[in-house]
């Protein structure tokens, strides 16, 4: 490597001497103060892999003279020290590794020459779900079927372990891949042995999950990045990006009574998003950070996808070593961070200079009220003051627009059970209430009403205070004498094995289970998508009466269809929320002037009398969670259960492919020799899909339920799979048959082009018969017809769903004309070669009069043009012709476009390589 810069020096810590790659060594002619906390971050990185060719003297030059008010344009390499994965997004990742193998052997390459070269880790935790809930052995029911359903993808991983270096999978049952990376993985220093020595460096990562961004709150940088663009840093690729702008968030004061980290970091949410900080960095800083506890700090930088940064960080301060030591990290550890982030200019103190940023935000955090946010996007923040409100304006537009049976909004008059009673009329379900049994007893299901509440996800599972708040609040209600509605479907997913162990110790769990709350797994569950079934009695009436109904989780995510398909409001609180509604059991209840229910002598109960006091959830975090918990959780993190120990393993560096409905050979190099593709035009295309704005990736590739009567569905019962097995979309990842059928298969699709319908429809025009949007897509490539995707603004917001790429590649789409994209998805749109073309500012697919059933021409981007000519012809015969900007937005990326896609420039780099040698 080269020094240019002649920072290379010695650190020494604890009698150990450290290379490092000093920022000191640059102040004589530099204010490298002045830079961000994050950019600090991305200087050592490139320092210590300057190379002359990825990374050269005119990248760091770029760098230290960034102009915070300027639009991005210098382009770096940044090379992440690790990788994490999830395994709906990790295990089609090792899947084309084992591909990539394959084909290197078919172009006469050495296949070992496909193996990770830094750190990846894999933490299975994506794949239990909530088939079982409510009872003392809903765990142990549920991760007996999660084994049975998953069997096949972890013998693959098991292999992939044995096959790959520097790879290790942490087994099923342990934890949330972002808990586990914030409570065991991170390092927060990494050090390395290098030529005789042992140099220290920034802990950096990408992961193949959008919340990879958790760990920012410990200091690391990290964001998430596309299973295919993750594969590519595995194998040594750095990550080209745009030096970015650098938003300052500055936070003053402390949280008032009643407030909790989910209500703060949904405000931070809805300000964010209201800002503007698509593809830009957030960092956090302020005299605030001194009453923020880590892991509050980790839920506000968990939640970074939702208000659309690449990041959200915190600088390393006396927290984070606080922090650091109760989970476990030895002293020697904790020295050399304390020493390095000080020695580096990346320790906080208190009323330390502030650095620049490209534009700031404030927020004192008393300000901060309880919330929710609903019922579709994470960033729509209500005051629970306006909750009951929001959601009867939200039921109206859902009557409206789905055609649902009227809706009363006068709920005060049901007096029974719950608010609700027979009316004493017979037909009571056409005013919007289902009357059904279950267990033996009658109930009304009506508009509104609750029917999941989950504490779940890796945002709020990781925070000890909103879960000994959960506790208390449920220990209150229970002592009461208040109990969950029956038709509550209740969850406690934990994002790792130390909180049923504190929350036992401290005396909350077993009030937690009396309202229904029992451990049903240790994973994403609900947020995910993996909520499971509803009884078949709550099913049935939902969809007799057309209700709409609700699900409160604890979660980052409420996505159309993404939590349960007949559940079509989604809403967002804190881990003690959910527990209160599910005591008041609907969503038109105003918890802040209703009772919740009745006690035992009859008196009103409201949320008030039983919501925990702040100095009560701080001493039973201080007095009964210590790192001793941590240390013995994670003491044999990568062995496993017995059942995941006994799996057979296959032997061999290349994979025998097994008959499988689970993990198959994908067909991306088929063909494929080492001449690249080139940039030529697209010609003939039609429309397969036209959509309005904010059409996230879990609408292009659904990650929850397969319907029998789908695509996917279909394919799976004629491979002898019963609907009962067929698990969901992100368990089937590694079949590409499935997530084929899959793409834009979510069952809230509007696809514009079949008008009148939700879900996998189009219009197939040379016949304008309206087909699923598979079958349509098959008929045109047998027919060599080329597809274009038409879009509005946002276009791929959420998860990083590499699958969301792939799967439209599969089907034939060359090209996606949108508005505007999120960073994540147009980034794995050239990952797998589709080209992502934006309209001009003014231009929409409304402005210009498209109706998507025109035929498209879309000249050659040879000589890497910034726009392109687009020339849409109806069939009048009237042409439409505008520009559209190329978003192919660096060099590196031009590359991957122009052969196809990243996995084939990486695989011809190697293969060339190889045959060189």
């Known amino acids: 490597m080269s020094n240019s810069f002649n920072t290379r020096s010695t650190l020494k810590v604890g009698g150990k001497d450290y290379e490092i790659y000093s920022l000191d060594a640059l102040k004589g002619e530099n204010d490298v103060d002045r830079l961000p906390y994050s950019l600090k971050i991305l200087l050592e990185n490139l320092l210590r892999k300057e190379d002359g060719q990825a990374v050269t003297a005119d990248h760091v030059r770029a760098l230290l003279g960034w102009d915070a008010k300027a639009e991005p344009s210098d382009q770096i390499a940044f090379t992440p020290a690790r990788v994490v994965l999830q395994d709906f997004t990790g295990v089609p990742a090792i899947v084309d590794l084992a591909a990539m193998r394959d084909a290197m052997q078919g172009l006469g390459g050495d296949p070992e020459l496909i193996n990770p070269l830094e750190p990846v880790d894999l933490v299975i935790d994506h794949s239990v779900m909530v088939d079982h809930f409510g009872k003392p052995d809903s765990l142990d029911l549920n991760t007996k079927i999660?084994?049975?359903?998953?069997?096949?993808?972890?013998?693959?991983?098991?292999?992939?372990?044995?096959?790959?270096?520097?790879?290790?999978?942490?087994?099923?049952?342990?934890?949330?891949?972002?808990?586990?990376?914030?409570?065991?993985?991170?390092?927060?220093?990494?050090?390395?042995?290098?030529?005789?020595?042992?140099?220290?460096?920034?802990?950096?990562?990408v992961g193949t999950d959008s919340h990879t961004t958790m760990i920012n709150g410990l200091g690391v940088l990290g964001w998430g990045v596309g299973g295919i663009e993750a594969e590519a840093a595995m194998l040594g690729q750095p990550i080209t990006m745009l030096v970015p702008q650098v938003i300052g968030f500055k936070l003053t004061g402390s949280l008032r009574e009643g407030a909790t980290a989910t209500d703060l970091v949904l405000t931070v949410t809805q300000m964010l998003?209201?800002?503007?900080?698509?593809?830009?960095?957030?960092?956090?800083?302020?005299?605030?950070?001194?009453?923020?506890?880590?892991?509050?700090?980790?839920?506000?930088?968990?939640?970074?996808?939702?208000?659309?940064?690449?990041?959200?960080?915190?600088?390393?301060?006396?927290?984070?070593?606080?922090?650091?030591?109760?989970?476990?990290?030895?002293?020697?550890?904790?020295?050399?961070?304390?020493?390095?982030?000080?020695?580096?200019?990346?320790?906080?103190?208190?009323?330390?200079?502030?650095?620049?940023?490209?534009?700031?935000?404030?927020?004192?955090?008393?300000?901060?009220?309880?919330?929710?946010?609903?019922?579709?996007?994470?960033?729509?923040?209500?005051?629970?003051?306006?909750?009951?409100?929001?959601?009867?304006?939200?039921?109206?537009?859902?009557?409206?627009?789905?055609?649902?049976?009227?809706?009363?909004?006068?709920?005060?008059?049901?007096?029974?059970?719950?608010?609700?009673?027979?009316?004493?009329?017979?037909?009571?379900?056409?005013?919007?209430?289902?009357?059904?049994?279950?267990?033996?007893?009658?109930?009304?299901?009506?508009?509104?009403?609750?029917?999941?509440?989950?504490?779940?996800?890796?945002?709020?599972?990781?925070?000890?205070?909103?879960?000994?708040?959960?506790?208390?609040?449920?220990?209150?209600?229970?002592?009461?004498?208040?109990?969950?509605?029956?038709?509550?479907?209740?969850?406690?997913?934990?994002?790792?094995?130390?909180?049923?162990?504190?929350?036992?110790?401290?005396?909350?769990?077993?009030?937690?289970?009396?309202?229904?709350?029992?451990?049903?797994?240790?994973?994403?569950?609900?947020?995910?998508?993996?909520?499971?079934?509803?009884?078949?009695?709550?099913?049935?009436?939902?969809?007799?009466?057309?209700?709409?109904?609700?699900?409160?989780?604890?979660?980052n995510r409420n996505f159309e269809g993404r939590i349960h398909q007949d559940v079509r409001t989604n809403y967002l609180a804190s881990p003690p929320l959910v527990v209160a509604y599910a005591l008041a059991g609907s969503m038109a209840k105003d918890l802040d002037r209703e009772p919740l229910g009745r006690d035992k002598d009859g008196n009103d109960v409201y949320l008030k009398d039983i919501w925990p006091s702040q100095k009560e959830i701080s001493e039973l975090i201080e007095?009964?969670?210590?790192?001793?918990?941590?240390?013995?959780?994670?003491?044999?993190?990568?062995?496993?259960?017995?059942?995941?120990?006994?799996?057979?393993?296959?032997?061999?560096?290349?994979?025998?492919?097994?008959?499988?409905?689970?993990?198959?050979?994908?067909?991306?190099?088929?063909?494929?020799?080492?001449?690249?593709?080139?940039?030529?035009?697209?010609?003939?295309?039609?429309?397969?899909?036209?959509?309005?704005?904010?059409?996230?990736?879990?609408?292009?590739?659904?990650?929850?339920?397969?319907?029998?009567?789908?695509?996917?569905?279909?394919?799976?019962?004629?491979?002898?799979?019963?609907?009962?097995?067929?698990?969901?979309?992100?368990?089937?990842?590694?079949?590409?048959?499935?997530?084929?059928?899959?793409?834009?298969?979510?069952?809230?699709?509007?696809?514009?082009?079949?008008?009148?319908?939700?879900?996998?429809?189009?219009?197939?025009?040379?016949?304008?018969?309206?087909?699923?949007?598979?079958?349509?897509?098959?008929?045109?490539?047998?027919?060599?017809?080329?597809?274009?995707?038409?879009?509005?603004?946002?276009?791929?917001?959420?998860?990083?769903?590499?699958?969301?790429?792939?799967?439209?590649?599969l089907l034939g789409v060359r090209a996606v004309i949108a508005e505007s994209y999120e960073r994540i998805h147009r980034s794995n749109l050239v990952g797998f070669g589709v080209l992502p073309l934006q309209f001009k500012d003014g231009d929409s697919v409304e402005g210009l009069g498209l109706t998507g059933e025109e035929t498209f021409e879309i000249g050659s981007v040879e000589g890497e043009p910034e726009t392109v000519q687009v020339t849409a012809r109806g069939t009048d015969g009237k042409e439409t012709s505008f520009e559209a900007e190329v978003r192919i937005d660096t060099p590196t990326e031009w590359d991957y476009y122009r052969h196809g896609g990243i996995l084939h420039y990486v695989l011809r780099q190697l293969a060339s390589k190889g045959q060189a040698a």
Not at 187 to 204: F, H, I, N, S
Not at 535 to 551: C, F, N, Q, T
Request: glycine content about 10%; overall charge negative.
């Open 146 to 205: 999660e084994f049975k359903r998953n069997e096949e993808r972890y013998k693959f991983l098991r292999w992939g372990q044995k096959a790959f270096s520097n790879f290790r999978v942490v087994p099923p049952g342990t934890g949330i891949v972002h808990q586990v990376n914030l409570e065991y993985l991170a390092k927060g220093v990494m050090t390395k042995e290098l030529d005789g020595r042992v140099q220290a460096y920034p802990d950096t990562l």
């Open 273 to 555: 998003r209201e800002k503007g900080v698509v593809g830009k960095f957030v960092e956090f800083y302020g005299d605030g950070l001194d009453n923020l506890p880590l892991a509050d700090r980790a839920t506000i930088g968990n939640m970074a996808p939702e208000y659309g940064a690449t990041c959200g960080i915190f600088p390393i301060d006396a927290e984070t070593l606080r922090y650091m030591e109760l989970s476990g990290r030895d002293q020697e550890n904790l020295d050399l961070v304390e020493a390095y982030a000080k020695a580096q200019g990346l320790w906080r103190e208190t009323g330390a200079r502030e650095a620049e940023y490209s534009d700031t935000l404030e927020l004192d955090l008393g300000e901060v009220v309880a919330s929710i946010a609903g019922p579709k996007r994470p960033q729509d923040r209500i005051a629970l003051t306006d909750a009951k409100k929001a959601f009867h304006n939200t039921l109206e537009k859902e009557v409206e627009s789905h055609h649902a049976l009227p809706a009363n909004g006068e709920e005060e008059r049901f007096e029974g059970e719950g608010g609700h009673s027979a009316p004493g009329n017979e037909n009571w379900h056409e005013t919007g209430a289902v009357e059904f049994e279950l267990d033996g007893e009658r109930h009304w299901l009506k508009h509104g009403d609750v029917v999941i509440a989950a504490i779940t996800s890796c945002t709020n599972t990781s925070n000890p205070a909103v879960l000994v708040a959960a506790g208390l609040l449920a220990k209150k209600a229970h002592e009461r004498g208040l109990t969950t509605k029956p038709w509550v479907k209740t969850s406690l997913a934990p994002g790792s094995q130390v909180v049923p162990a504190y929350l036992r110790d401290a005396g909350l769990l077993p009030h937690l289970e009396a309202l229904g709350f029992y451990v049903v797994g240790f994973g994403c569950t609900t947020c995910i998508g993996n909520s499971g079934p509803l009884p078949d009695a709550i099913e049935s009436a939902i969809r007799e009466g057309d209700l709409v109904v609700s699900s409160v989780l604890s979660g």
């Open 623 to 809: 007095s009964k969670i210590n790192s001793k918990m941590y240390r013995e959780k994670y003491a044999d993190v990568f062995a496993g259960s017995e059942t995941w120990q006994q799996l057979p393993v296959p032997e061999g560096q290349i994979y025998e492919w097994p008959a499988s409905t689970y993990v198959k050979n994908p067909p991306y190099f088929e063909g494929m020799t080492m001449e690249p593709e080139g940039l030529g035009a697209i010609s003939g295309a039609r429309c397969l899909v036209k959509v309005g704005d904010s059409i996230t990736t879990d609408h292009i590739s659904p990650a929850g339920a397969i319907k029998p009567d789908s695509p996917a569905g279909k394919y799976l019962q004629e491979q002898g799979v019963e609907p009962v097995d067929f698990n969901s979309y992100g368990s089937r990842r590694g079949n590409h048959e499935v997530m084929m059928r899959g793409t834009f298969a979510n069952v809230r699709l509007k696809n514009q082009l079949a008008p009148g319908t939700e879900g996998s429809w189009t219009t197939y025009f040379p016949t304008g018969e309206q087909i699923s949007i598979y079958d349509a897509a098959m008929r045109y490539k047998d027919s060599g017809t080329p597809l274009v995707v038409l879009a509005g603004k946002e276009y791929g917001t959420g998860s990083s769903r590499d699958w969301a790429a792939k799967g439209t590649r």
